[in-house]
């Protein structure tokens, strides 16, 4: 299953390739997400810094956990996520931050499999809504981090 949401927000690139970076956050902001942890940091030189994470997931009666490789480009501000292992047959999901008028256009890219019928019964039926929620976390964060989008400056193009 494959999804892409674009949004253009009123705060700065970096501003949201900071946000969506500090992984070790999300539990304060992304109510399903219950844990997370992070090990293995790796500095690639030249802004890339790359670690493996695992989330601890709760959505209903679902409690899994999932590992990631997660690759941060502060160069290109890009964020690409990779599994390591969890309920799934395979996921990646990419983050784009890109210099737009209104300040940012943030492009989240989506694609996984779950690994039984089960849990992608489940949670396929949901999954627009909630790719839709998660950015919605990832926006009011900003707001709470850096002001409503009115109070920021993006940077000119």
């Given at each position: 299953?494959?999804?892409?949401?674009?949004?253009?927000?009123?705060?700065?690139?970096?501003?949201?390739?900071?946000?969506?970076?500090?992984?070790?956050?999300?539990?304060?902001?992304?109510?399903?997400?219950?844990?997370?942890?992070?090990?293995n940091r790796r500095d690639l030189g030249e802004g890339v810094v790359e670690?493996?994470?695992?989330?601890?997931?709760?959505?209903?009666?679902?409690?899994?956990?999932?590992a990631t490789r997660d690759r941060f480009d502060s160069n290109a501000l890009?964020?690409?996520?990779?599994?390591?292992?969890?309920?799934?047959?395979h996921l990646r999901n990419r983050w784009r931050f890109t210099p737009h008028?209104?300040?940012?256009?943030?492009?989240?890219?989506?694609?996984?499999?779950?690994?039984?019928?089960?849990?992608?019964?489940?949670?396929?039926?949901?999954?627009?809504?909630?790719?839709?929620?998660?950015?919605?976390?990832?926006?009011?964060?900003?707001?709470?981090?850096?002001?409503?989008?009115?109070?920021?400056?993006?940077?000119?193009?």
């Amino acid at each position: 299953m494959r999804h892409v949401v674009v949004r253009h927000l009123a705060y700065t690139p970096q501003q949201l390739f900071d946000l969506v970076g500090d992984v070790e956050r999300y539990p304060q902001f992304v109510p399903w997400v219950t844990a997370m942890r992070t090990w293995n940091r790796r500095d690639l030189g030249e802004g890339v810094v790359e670690m493996d994470t695992e989330a601890q997931v709760k959505f209903a009666i679902i409690r899994e956990r999932f590992a990631t490789r997660d690759r941060f480009d502060s160069n290109a501000l890009v964020i690409d996520v990779k599994l390591l292992s969890g309920p799934f047959r395979h996921l990646r999901n990419r983050w784009r931050f890109t210099p737009h008028p209104k300040g940012v256009e943030l492009s989240f890219e989506i694609d996984f499999e779950f690994g039984t019928r089960l849990l992608h019964g489940l949670l396929s039926a949901n999954f627009e809504r909630a790719v839709s929620k998660l950015i919605g976390c990832f926006e009011r964060r900003a707001h709470d981090l850096y002001g409503p989008p009115a109070q920021t400056s993006p940077h000119p193009i």
